[in-house]
């Protein structure tokens, strides 16, 4: 039997259903899923919200096949809500609209989820990129994860794109977080000692009534339940295809750095919940903009730096990963800000919410045929 290849990538995308004309969500998607269902079958799902679409690659061998991918699902669905008058848009929050305007997806599943925990389900008005790293062999995997729990305040810095909720300037640059963190089971887990301990952490919740299935740990990362994979939920969704690309890039390459650690014997330091916490709260306030801890050094830097320093910890792997390039293209985030940063200085220019939105939908739209836009 052939070896399974190591490291391949998957790409989920949940994008907002934007009415042209008011700017505001609209809750359609039973109307594109009808017809995409036809086109794009089992990688076009709704969400809890119907204003939420999510699509998904196929597994992919390289960055440049995710990035094929990506480009023709975006390009589909942005043609599908066109042919409804509608649009599609990539940010971590809507800048207006309510939550308690939104209809609620008619599937079990969601309505299990509502029931159970109400009006925080129902404001759970979120939208993130979620990218799976191929790694088959679990013993590996949960020590991988481990150690990339150290990492996912960076990533979410890079990502941040969401600063606006409700009409309002929130002050963080990734607000998403804070709304999802009033969900159970959400943010950074703590280290586990083994698989087997993993595993009966699992099994404890499932016996005790928490949940009925692992999918119902919506951790920053986590070990998916169904595939062999290491999924990376931290990000929220970014604007345009060269940054979604980028964050898979270097999420590959770090599971592939640590997982090249963990075959030589080498260990990276395992950092507590309780410390990575502190990160993760600068990274969704301040963005790239602001200080990260260095535990190791126990000092403040600059998150920029530690983006430059994170990139110089894979270079040993991009390579053969092809994807030096997606991973490089990291720096462009650096020098012209993130989403977050963007939407705000667009409003700050105009000071009109729905000038953001416009922008948010040119930017989602921005690398894809003509037809699509």
């Known amino acids: ?78 043609d599908l809500a066109k042919q409804r008058g509608l649009r599609i848009a990539a940010a ?8 308690a305007d939104q209809k609620i997806t008619d599937h079990p599943r969601y309505k299990t989820i509502v029931d159970d925990m109400q009006d925080v389900a129902r404001a759970n008005l979120i939208f993130g990129l979620h990218v799976h790293v191929g790694l088959p062999n679990r013993d590996e995997a949960i020590q991988v994860l481990n150690a990339a729990r150290y990492f996912l305040p960076h990533l979410l810095a890079i990502s941040s794109n969401s600063p606006f909720w409700l009409g309002r300037n929130t002050g963080f640059k990734s607000f998403r977080t804070k709304v999802f963190e009033r969900f159970p089971r959400t943010g950074i887990p703590d280290y586990f000692g083994s698989l087997s301990e993993y595993e009966d952490y699992i099994k404890l919740l499932i016996k005790l009534n928490c ?51 963990v075959k030589a ?19 969704a ?23 430059f320093e994170l990139i110089q910890f894979v270079d040993d792997v991009v390579d053969e990963l092809g994807c030096r390039n997606e991973v490089n293209s990291l720096l462009n985030i650096l020098e012209t800000g993130t989403g977050a940063d963007r939407q705000i200085n667009v409003f700050n220019k105009t000071n009109d919410i729905k000038d953001v939105v416009d922008y948010i939908i040119e930017e989602t739209h921005r690398g894809l045929p003509v037809s699509a836009k």
């Open 92 to 99: 971590g929050t809507h800048p207006f609209s309510h939550w």
């Open 265 to 283: 014997n080498l260990g990276f330091r395992l950092y507590r919940r309780i410390l990575l916490n502190e990160n993760k709260w600068r990274a």
């Open 1 to 78: 039997m052939a070896e399974k290849k190591l490291f391949t990538l998957g790409i989920e995308e949940e994008f907002q259903i934007i009415d042209p004309e008011t700017r505001e969500l609209r809750s359609h998607i039973n109307e594109i899923i009808e017809q995409g269902k036809m086109v794009l079958q089992e990688q076009l799902k709704p969400e809890m919200h119907q204003s939420v679409v999510e699509v998904g690659t196929n597994i992919c061998t390289s960055i440049q096949d995710a990035r094929t991918e990506v480009t023709q699902l975006r390009a589909m669905l942005a």
């Open 211 to 261: 949940i009925d299935n692992a999918k119902k740990i919506w951790w920053d990362i986590r070990l998916h339940p169904f595939f062999e994979t290491i999924e990376y939920r931290v990000c929220d969704i970014p604007m345009r295809i060269d940054e979604t690309i980028a964050l898979a890039a270097i999420m590959q390459a770090i599971t592939a750095k640590l997982h090249k650690l």
């Open 285 to 307: 306030r301040y963005g790239i903009n602001g200080k990260l801890i260095d535990f190791g050094k126990q000092s403040e830097v600059d998150a920029k730096s530690l983006v």
